[in-house]
C-alpha cells in the first residue's frame, strides 16, 4: 500500500530536483528520464512481449517525454484494440516483468539472500548482514538498477483501464457460485505455487521500499542543497 505514493514521491522530487539543476521544464523530463531509463524501457517491453504473447497487434513504440495534461510519460506504445481480459494482463505485464527484473538483478548482486525463506525471514537477514550487503561488488549500480527498475514496474492509469471490467466479472463469478453452493476444489499443489508466487512478490516490494529508503535519504537533502544554493523552492 506505500509503494504508490512512495513511487508517486520519488518521481516528483525527482523532477523536482532535475528542475533545480537545469531551471527549464524539458531539461528537468529529460534528467527523469535519463535516471529511469532501464524501468521505462521494462515497463514498455512488459507491454509488449505480453501483447504478442496473447496474439494482440501493437503499433509504434516512442521513447522520451511527453505531456498529457499534467500528467509526464515518458514512453507509450500503441496496442490494438482487444478484449477487457486481455486487456487487463497486458496492463498487468509491467508489475510481473518488474518483480522479475529485480530478483535477477538483486540475485546477481546478492547472491547470499535467502531466496528460499519467506518474506520476514529474508528481511531479518538482510538487517542481520547489513554490512555483508553493503560490501557487495558493484553496489552503485545494483542500487540504481533496482530503484530505475522498481519505478517502471507500477502500472500506470492507463493500465489498469481494463481491470475494473475483470474485476467486477470476478466478484460476480464468486457470488454466484456462493448462491448456488458450488465451492472448486483447489488442488493443494496449485495453492502451494499461489502462496510461493505471493511471497516472492512481497519479497521484491520489500526490497523496492528498501532501496527507495535509501534513495529518498539522497533525494530530498540533495534537492533542499540545490534550493538553498539557488535560493529556490518546487512547489508540488
Known sequence: MLLPWVKCWLSQHLYGLGLLISGDHD??????????LPGVILHELSHWLAAKAL?????????GPR???EALTFASLSIGRTDSLRKSVIGLAPLLGGTLAIFLTA???WPFIPWGSSPDEALRHLISHLGEYARAPHLLLLLYL???????????????????????FGVL????SAL????????????LWIFRGLEYLTLALLITLVVDGLFFLLI??????VGAIRGEEVEY
Open 107 to 109: 540475485r546477481w548482486g
Open 180 to 191: 448456488v453452493g458450488f465451492v472448486p476444489r483447489i488442488p493443494g499443489e496449485v495453492t
Open 67 to 69: 505531456r498529457r495534461g
Open 220 to 225: 530530498y537533502p540533495l534537492e533542499r542543497l
Open 55 to 63: 496474439r494482440v497487434p501493437t503499433g509504434r513504440l516512442t521513447l
Open 27 to 36: 531539461k528537468a523530463a529529460l534528467f527523469s528520464l535519463f535516471l529511469l
Open 146 to 168: 533496482l530503484f530505475s527498475l522498481s519505478n517502471g514496474m507500477l502500472p500506470s492509469e492507463a493500465d489498469r483501464q481494463g481491470w475494473l471490467p475483470v474485476l467486477l
Open 173 to 176: 463469478v464468486v457470488l454466484l
